[in-house]
Nanobody, 121 residues
Framework: QVQLVESGGGLVQPGGSLRLSCAASGTIFSINAMGWYRQGPGKQREFVALIFSSGNTNYADSVKGRFTIARDNAKNTVYLQMNGLKPEDTAVYYC???????????????WGQGTQVTVSS
């Protein structure tokens, strides 16, 4: 069984910064991609950023140059450094990971419970 636990959300003023963390735990054999998605009020969940085990990254156009994704493979943890936050970044942020558990034939897709980020003055 695998769990993803996010932390680091909160209330911040426009232009401010937050750092989200997501730690994976359980019977993990390997982790391929780890990423972040978000769902704003009245909106569908959307892609934010992704990082592969190789270190390659992808970002949504809306966050390029402001957000940085990183991972610590030894800790099975992914981070999202968010700078220059805007009110439109307000959303519940979800961690996502493709994880192969011990004994499994293929990776499974796992989600965290979400952490609220509110950008407001």
């Amino acid at each position: 069984q695998v769990q993803l636990v996010e932390s680091g959300g909160g209330l911040v003023q426009p232009g401010g910064s937050l750092r989200l963390s997501c730690a994976a735990s359980g019977t993990i054999f390997s982790i391929n991609a780890m990423g972040w998605y978000r769902q704003g009020p009245g909106k569908q969940r959307e892609f934010v950023a992704l990082i592969f085990s190789s270190g390659n990254t992808n970002y949504a156009d809306s966050v390029k140059g402001r957000f940085t994704i990183a991972r610590d493979n030894a800790k099975n943890t992914v981070y999202l450094q968010m700078n220059g936050l805007k009110p439109e970044d307000t959303a519940v942020y979800y961690c996502n990971a493709a994880i192969k558990t011990s004994g499994a034939r293929a990776p499974g897709n796992y989600w965290g419970q979400g952490t609220q980020v509110t950008v407001s003055s």
